[in-house]
T-cell receptor
Framework: DGGITQSPKYLFRKEGQNVTLSCEQN?????MYWYRQDPGQGLRLIYY???????QKGDIAEGYSVSREKKESFPLTVTSAQKNPTAFYLC??????????????FGDGTRLSIL | GDSVTQMEGPVTLSEEAFLTINCTYT??????LFWYVQYPGEGLQLLLK?????DKGSNKGFEATYRKETTSFHLEKGSVQVSDSAVYFC????????FGAGTTVTVRA
């Protein structure tokens, strides 16, 4: 079945440590996204990529980095510069243009906690 | 910038009750509108969408109509089930996807 796979489901980070969250899709979608979800809030966009080897900052990119070397993969690194990383992280993908009518498909998320 | 405001929860209902979750948006252009549902511990799933004024999206007994004159996209279901317990997110997409804060719905047997 086609879909988006995020791993791991739970992740723990020590102070000062970088961690990388994996996101893989086999939907052949051009665009991929990373969101952060905090309790009682909607989703906030961290980074997005509309095509391989290109990505753009979202609303809360500080303390995060991404790469898009393959169409299927869009890993997110949470760096030590992100001072409040505890959250639920969601990866999504969409077919591509026309951008505003295409729905996004979501993975099951990674919950990151600080030790 | 574009934004979405949806009814605050939590909402608690009995089975077979009528559900309405209000959603309004602000946008400079003509966005597409979506409702997503999130079950505990999972990601979001698309519930329904509408891409232009007066379009009605529907799925699994849920409906929402794109009302340009009131900038609204309210979600309704005539008879809820326990399995409808989830968090519901309204979203608009003009140049990027903007989400409301989510409404937690609990349906009791």
């Amino acid at each position: 079945d086609g879909g988006i796979t995020q791993s791991p489901k739970y992740l723990f980070r020590k102070e000062g440590q970088n961690v990388t969250l994996s996101c893989e899709q086999n939907l052949n979608h051009d665009a991929m996204y990373w969101y952060r979800q905090d309790p009682g809030q909607g989703l906030r966009l961290i980074y997005y990529s509309q095509i391989v080897n290109d990505f753009q900052k979202g609303d809360i990119a500080e303390g995060y980095s991404v790469s898009r070397e393959k169409k299927e993969s869009f890993p997110l690194t949470v760096t030590s510069a992100q001072k409040n990383p505890t959250a639920f992280y969601l990866c999504a993908s969409s077919i591509g243009a026309p951008w505003k009518v295409q729905p996004q498909h979501f993975g099951d998320g990674t919950r990151l906690s600080i030790l | 910038g574009d934004s979405v405001t949806q009814m605050e929860g939590p909402v608690t209902l009995s089975e077979e009750a009528f559900l309405t979750i209000n959603c309004t948006y602000t946008a400079t252009g003509y966005p597409s509108l979506f409702w997503y549902v999130q079950y505990p511990g999972e990601g979001l799933q698309l519930l329904l969408k509408a891409t232009k004024a007066d379009d009605k999206g529907s799925n699994k007994g849920f409906e929402a109509t794109y009302r340009k004159e009131t900038t609204s996209f309210h979600l309704e279901k005539g008879s809820v089930q326990v399995s409808d317990s989830a968090v519901y997110f309204c979203a608009s997409n003009d140049y990027k996807l903007s989400f409301g804060a989510g409404t937690t719905v609990t349906v009791r047997a």
